[in-house]
């Protein structure tokens, strides 16, 4: 919608330029009618640039001509006793004013919210963790986000601040994030942006819990505390690690399977073997058959606070 209302009024501002300030004749007229028409062909060539910038100056522009003409014509027509010598001869002086001064205004009120059209859950905000962790791409990738993925400019520092980092482990979690940000941008599935937009806040958790209310988004993360957080305050958090827990394949007690056992228990006898997911079976019995495929059956589940635990017995 807010690309549609820039065509019209384009089409609409230069024929009303051209004719008011170059001449009332049907040349200027169809003259700017011509360079409206070129403007927004060149938008339709030309979408997948970033064309917010474009558009913020030229709503400033228009924004200043419409109270150049505005306040002329008041003092004119409402104002007739007032001194208009002043105004005709520093015209076009009086004209470029009004044009910096709107431009500059609708710079400073749009620059926070630089490539956001407008507001809503089509917004998710990435935050570090999500970054770092790398899944957001895969799930990009599948079209199982939609919508826009906004990665602010405070994450992006902070990204760059752990890359400069001295210490190995963060200097690499540093770098994977910038990494996977860029991949995010040249993902044909999913549109990135990013804004300049920091809320005032202590600690980037609520920052990043800030901003998603202000822009009524949700969070992809796999922080604990901007997921606390962001339940305190009623923000929609989309966690990759709950969603990984949440697709793992059901197994019920009685149920046979498949299982290469790799690796002795800490108890007596014990054997050690993985799903495709990275649950680990306990198996009864089972160090005698480490380094081999064997049937299990399930005995019983346990949900821990690192995740879920089967144990099971040889068949």
């Not at 001509?65 to 007739?80: C, D, E, P, S």
């Not at 919210?113 to 962790?133: C, F, N, R, V």
């Not at 990984?244 to 073997?273: N, W």
């Amino acid at each position: 919608m807010p690309i549609w209302i820039f065509r019209i009024c384009t089409l609409v501002a230069f024929p009303f330029v051209t004719y008011t300030y170059l001449g009332k004749t049907w040349n200027s007229f169809w003259g700017g009618l011509l360079c409206g028409a070129l403007v927004i062909a060149g938008e339709v060539l030309f979408k997948r640039m970033r064309l917010i910038k474009i558009m913020i100056g030229c709503t400033g522009i228009i924004i200043g001509l419409m109270l150049y003409t505005l306040i002329g014509y008041a003092m004119q027509n409402f104002f007739g006793g007032a001194d208009m010598t002043y105004w005709h001869e520093h015209n076009q002086q009086i004209l470029i004013g009004f044009i910096v001064f709107g431009l500059l205004a609708a710079i400073f009120k749009s620059r926070d919210m630089e490539g956001l059209s407008y507001k809503g859950h089509h917004l998710k905000i990435a935050d570090t963790s999500a970054l770092i962790d790398g899944r957001i791409v895969d799930l990009c990738d599948i079209n199982f986000l939609s919508g826009v993925i906004v990665i602010p400019t405070f994450i992006t520092d902070e990204l760059n601040r752990m890359a400069r980092s001295k210490d190995k482990l963060e200097q690499a979690k540093g770098r994977r994030g910038l990494d996977v940000a860029t991949r995010l941008q040249e993902c044909k599935e999913i549109e990135v942006r990013f804004t300049s937009k920091t809320p005032k806040a202590s600690t980037v958790p609520e920052q990043v819990v800030k901003l998603a209310r202000s822009f009524d988004a949700e969070v992809v993360t796999l922080d604990f505390t901007i997921n606390k957080l962001a339940t305190l305050k009623k923000v929609t958090v989309l966690n990759v690690a709950d969603l990984a827990t949440a697709l793992k394949p059901v197994v019920l007690p009685g149920e046979s399977m498949s299982l290469f056992v790799m690796k002795d228990g800490k108890e007596k006898e014990q054997g050690i073997g993985y799903l495709d997911d990275g649950t680990m079976v306990v198996v009864e019995d089972g160090r005698k058959h480490i380094g081999k495929r064997i049937e299990v059956a399930v005995s019983s589940i346990y949900q821990t606070s690192s995740g879920r635990m089967i144990f099971a017995k040889v068949r």
